[in-house]
């Protein structure tokens, strides 16, 4: 094995272990941390650059093992970066519906009830978005 | 030419990840990417009625922001969920009045939120002008909502002109 070589080997490694670290660490984040809204920060967040490690250091990988191209990592990481986000926001809005209704208020994190967005308006998962504004999903 | 390329970007978008998938560069593949790239838009328009105005120099400066951001707060992240006790975590709900005024500007700004670790953008306002956003360790909100305009507001604001 050439000096080269081996030299690759040790980024590859270093990028596997430090984004299967992040994974390993975001996990160990949704099992310790208090209450739901806490734990939605371990998962959506330590696996971003947990995921993009591994996923570089695969790139890598081909490109000076196999000699060929591998970009679809790139693209996965694209399509990480844009559900992630969606995913969060969806149970993030489940919760909040939860926070309203629940008879028991065990639910309520830390952080308490969120407050309200204004005089004139309410969060839009407990009011439909205002006609003629930039919430409004439709154009009437 | 309005009407066959509502919107260029995406297409462009398109044809590169239709590129990346094939992972080739061939003819065929390009053809066939320029189609998707066309047609896709087209059929998918009454989901993009606006079109914003894009700068796409600052949107690139902002893109590597963003990523050098979620490197680094990885790292807080990871030091908050390893050292520090429940109890000593101040988790808070921020309301942070937005003065973007296009939903594409919008929803780009709350996904930044989402991957920069340590806040989750959880919902609207019904009016639009402000994010709910969940933080996970902010013992100053006041200075926290600060911190995010002027860091990815300000800069959002000369990309989406």
């Not at chain 1, 371990?42 to 093992?65: C, D, E, H, R």
């Amino acid at each position: 094995m050439t000096g080269s070589g081996i030299l690759s080997d040790i980024v590859i490694s270093a990028l596997i272990v430090l984004g299967a670290s992040f994974a390993l660490i975001g996990s160990w984040g949704m099992v310790r941390l208090p209450t739901l809204m806490e734990r939605l920060h371990g998962p959506t967040k330590a696996t971003t650059l947990g995921l993009g490690g591994i996923l570089v250091g695969s790139m890598l990988y081909f490109q000076f093992n196999a000699g060929v191209w591998a970009l679809h990592e790139l693209l996965i990481s694209l399509f990480l970066f844009i559900t992630a986000p969606i995913s969060a926001n969806m149970i993030a809005k489940v919760h909040l519906h939860h926070l309203r209704t629940h008879a028991k208020q065990d639910i309520v994190g830390p952080a308490g009830q969120p407050p309200k967005a204004s005089q004139a308006s309410d969060w839009a998962t407990y009011e439909a978005p205002h006609p003629d504004s930039i919430a409004a999903t439709s154009e009437s | 030419m309005r009407r066959l390329i509502p919107h260029p970007g995406l297409s462009v978008l398109l044809v590169i990840v239709w590129l990346l998938m094939a992972n080739a560069i061939t003819v065929g593949g390009l053809l066939i990417g320029i189609i998707v790239g066309i047609l896709l838009p087209i059929f998918t328009a009454p989901f993009w009625p606006g079109r914003p105005d894009v700068n796409y120099r600052a949107g690139v400066a902002y893109l590597l922001l963003v990523l050098w951001d979620i490197i680094i707060a990885n790292f807080e992240i990871a030091v908050i969920i390893l050292f520090r006790r429940n109890r000593d975590l101040r988790p808070a709900w921020l309301s942070i009045p937005m003065e973007l005024d296009t939903p594409e500007a919008i929803t780009v700004f709350a996904g930044t939120i989402s991957l920069t670790p340590g806040t989750v953008s959880s919902d609207v306002s019904a009016c639009g002008n402000y994010l709910l956003v969940h933080a996970l360790h902010a013992p100053d909100p006041q200075a926290e909502i600060v911190r995010i305009k002027a860091r990815y507001e300000a800069r959002l604001k000369r990309v989406f002109k």
